[in-house]
T-cell receptor, first 116, second 116 residues
Framework: AQSVTQPDIHITVSEGASLELRCNYS??????LFWYVQSPGQGLQLLLK??????LVQGIKGFEAEFKRSQSSFNLRKPSVHWSDAAEYFC??????????????FGRGTQLTVWP | DSGVTQTPKHLITATGQRVTLRCSPR?????VYWYQQSLDQGLQFLIQ???????AKGNILERFSAQQFPDLHSELNLSSLELGDSALYFC???????????????FGPGTRLTVL
């Protein structure tokens, strides 16, 4: 079945530690890939996106993500986590690339807790 | 601030009632998407409008309907409300210029609906 999988429901890290959030997708063709962040009581903010080209993409707030076609993955990383990074992170895809449709399909999210 | 506005921020109502959620897209964005975020289903696409016309439907119940007006704002109407309709409803807009579409969506802050 077509899907976006975030295998970790909840991750806890200490402030200053590195972070990797996993995302795998299962679609026939490589979709457009996105990471969004949702802070408590807030909407969804785009962190970064991958359409094509360089497989390592840089985003806002010091985040980066690497697209690996062979693993159908798009993992999000940050070398040093700050307490303000505590939030829920969503991986999402657009499978109707470049069309007038372009609806997003989301993973179930990973809740990040940061210990001081 | 994404530039997408949604009103109201919170809505509390009773079962069987009808409510209307409103969304104003970013200036010039012709596409509007509605998403529902619930504990059971996660974030899922409901419906898309483009320049006043319905473009795509997702997992939207028959009790729900939407429309996009000439000024491009959109309304999501939810009727015969049930307890299970309690959720966070997001609107997103997508830029297009010169016939070309950006595949990035910008989200509003959401409307939290509580059905008692």
């Amino acid at each position: 079945a077509q899907s976006v999988t975030q295998p970790d429901i909840h991750i806890t890290v200490s402030e200053g530690a590195s972070l990797e959030l996993r995302c795998n997708y299962s679609y026939g063709a490589t979709p457009y890939l996105f990471w969004y962040v949702q802070s408590p009581g807030q909407g969804l903010q785009l962190l970064l996106k991958y359409f094509s080209g360089d497989t390592l993409v840089q985003g806002i707030k010091g985040f980066e993500a690497e697209f690996k076609r062979s693993q159908s993955s798009f993992n999000l990383r940050k070398p040093s986590v700050h307490w303000s990074d505590a939030a829920e992170y969503f991986c999402a895809v657009v499978i109707e690339r470049g069309s007038t449709l372009g609806r997003l399909y989301f993973g179930r999210g990973t809740q990040l807790t940061v210990w001081p | 601030d994404s530039g997408v506005t949604q009103t109201p921020k919170h809505l509390i109502t009773a079962t069987g009632q009808r409510v209307t959620l409103r969304c104003s897209p970013r200036s010039g964005d012709l596409s509007v998407y509605w998403y529902q975020q619930s504990l059971d289903q996660g974030l899922q696409f409901l419906i898309q409008y483009y320049n006043g016309e319905e473009r795509a439907k997702g997992n939207i119940l028959e009790r729900f309907s939407a429309q996009q007006f000439p000024d491009l704002h959109s309304e999501l109407n939810l009727s015969s409300l049930e307890l299970g309709d309690s959720a966070l409803y997001f609107c997103a807009s997508r830029p297009s210029a010169g016939g070309a579409f950006s595949d990035t969506q910008y989200f509003g802050p959401g409307t939290r609906l509580t059905v008692l």
